[in-house]
């Protein structure tokens, strides 16, 4: 079968994505001098910029791509949650599985450029203390989702107060024993071991040397942490990607596990969606019963494309086949 011929299986397949919900900010300018309080640039601000990130972008992935996302997160009563919930529902995606909480600020990353030089990463996580109150409100909204779910997807970006090991273990129980659905994660790997026996666990490659303190990629070292994650987690599946070099499937009943060689012939502009477009489209190729080996492929192609666009530009089924033909053709 082509890749056209499963692209075309995407099409409103209904994914649930649970996370937490972040903005990122830009602020766009030029340095003209060291400023005059301390030895830093001076940034002369021309735009400030303000999108969804986090599980935003994986919602508006799915959907670019012909897919159904449905969400469920919380947000805090303040200018970040209200803009994550106006645009959510500007996109037309159901927005009855996100809870509001009043006690809490909505994360957020600023990021400030000048002349496209990275200068200053500012965070801010959640907040205040996510109540149980608030964390059952969330669980309520799980139980009422779509009966017809093909696919569910974890994002834990490790912002804070909500994926603790107690939260997780609960939300995989409720998961399995509601819907029959293949479940794929993307982890903190500070607690990845406890997202057990589920279908997909995906890692970025960096961050799962450093978190076995390996300093050196070799097939060595990524049998290592390989065979760590799948032995502690008991999943299904293991991808560990980095997109301008290779990428490692490992399978459960499968000794070896597969290279996939970059697909990147021209300059990256930009890693900052990366991540995002490899989950929605593991979550669509799951949903539309892909093979994994595919869909991994699929998914790392679209993960390059995304790579060499501007930041944060989303693309449809057919510019991303139109991007597989001219990979395949160099």
Same mark, same amino acid.
């Given at each position: 079968?082509?890749?056209?011929?499963?692209?075309?299986?995407?099409?409103?397949?209904?994914?649930?994505?649970?996370?937490?919900?972040?903005?990122?900010?830009?602020?766009?300018?030029?340095?003209?001098?060291?400023?005059?309080?301390?030895?830093?640039?001076?940034?002369?601000?021309?735009?400030?910029?303000?999108?969804?990130?986090?599980?935003?972008?994986?919602?508006?992935?799915?959907?670019?791509?012909?897919?159904?996302?449905?969400?469920?997160?919380?947000?805090?009563?303040?200018?970040?949650?209200?803009?994550?919930?106006?645009?959510?529902?500007?996109?037309?995606?159901?927005?009855?599985?996100?809870?509001?909480?009043?006690?809490?600020?909505?994360? !957020?990353?600023?990021?400030?450029?000048?002349?496209?030089?990275?200068?200053?990463?500012?965070?801010?996580?959640?907040?205040?203390?996510?109540?149980?109150?608030?964390?059952?409100?969330?669980?309520?909204?799980?139980?009422?989702?779509?009966?017809?779910?093909?696919?569910?997807?974890?994002?834990?970006?490790?912002?804070?107060?909500?994926?603790?090991?107690?939260?997780?273990?609960?939300?995989?129980? !409720?998961?399995?024993?509601?819907?029959?659905?293949?479940?794929?994660?993307?982890?903190?790997?500070?607690?990845?071991?406890?997202?057990?026996?589920?279908?997909?666990?995906?890692?970025?490659?960096?961050?799962?040397?450093?978190?076995?303190?390996?300093?050196?990629?070799?097939?060595?070292?990524?049998?290592?942490?390989?065979?760590?994650?799948?032995?502690?987690?008991?999943?299904?599946?293991?991808?560990?990607?980095?997109?301008?070099?290779?990428?490692?499937?490992? !399978?459960?009943?499968?000794?070896?596990?597969?290279?996939?060689?970059?697909?990147?012939?021209?300059?990256?502009?930009?890693?900052?969606?990366?991540?995002?477009?490899?989950?929605?489209?593991?979550?669509?190729?799951?949903?539309?019963?892909?093979?994994?080996?595919?869909?991994? !492929?699929?998914?790392?192609?679209?993960?390059?494309?995304?790579?060499?666009?501007?930041?944060?530009?989303?693309?449809?089924?057919?510019?991303?086949?139109?991007?597989?033909?001219?990979?395949?053709?160099?």
């Amino acid at each position: 079968m082509t890749f056209a011929e499963e692209i075309s299986k995407w099409k409103k397949k209904r994914i649930l994505v649970i996370g937490e919900a972040l903005i990122d900010k830009y602020i766009m300018g030029y340095a003209d001098r060291i400023s005059p309080d301390a030895p830093v640039p001076n940034i002369k601000i021309e735009q400030n910029l303000t999108y969804l990130g986090g599980i935003g972008l994986v919602l508006k992935y799915i959907k670019s791509l012909g897919g159904i996302p449905e969400v469920c997160t919380i947000i805090g009563d303040d200018y970040e949650g209200n803009f994550f919930l106006r645009r959510i529902k500007e996109l037309n995606i159901d927005s009855s599985g996100i809870v509001i909480d009043t006690a809490i600020n909505t994360p !957020q990353i600023t990021r400030v450029k000048a002349r496209n030089q990275h200068l200053l990463r500012l965070e801010k996580d959640y907040e205040g203390n996510i109540s149980e109150k608030v964390v059952e409100q969330l669980f309520e909204k799980l139980s009422s989702r779509s009966s017809d779910l093909e696919a569910i997807l974890i994002l834990d970006y490790g912002i804070g107060e909500l994926f603790h090991d107690t939260f997780i273990q609960k939300l995989l129980h !409720q998961l399995k024993n509601t819907y029959n659905a293949p479940i794929i994660a993307r982890p903190n790997l500070d607690n990845y071991y406890v997202y057990e026996d589920i279908e997909m666990i995906k890692m970025n490659l960096q961050k799962a040397l450093r978190m076995l303190s390996i300093e050196c990629c070799t097939d060595t070292s990524i049998a290592i942490v390989g065979k760590r994650v799948m032995n502690t987690s008991q999943c299904q599946n293991l991808l560990i990607n980095n997109i301008v070099a290779e990428s490692f499937l490992f !399978q459960k009943h499968k000794e070896n596990f597969m290279k996939y060689p970059s697909n990147i012939t021209t300059p990256v502009r930009s890693y900052v969606a990366v991540g995002s477009v490899i989950m929605a489209v593991l979550g669509l190729c799951y949903a539309a019963d892909i093979a994994i080996p595919e869909s991994v !492929q699929l998914a790392l192609y679209a993960g390059s494309l995304s790579a060499i666009l501007s930041p944060v530009e989303f693309f449809n089924p057919e510019s991303l086949l139109k991007y597989i033909s001219s990979s395949k053709n160099i």
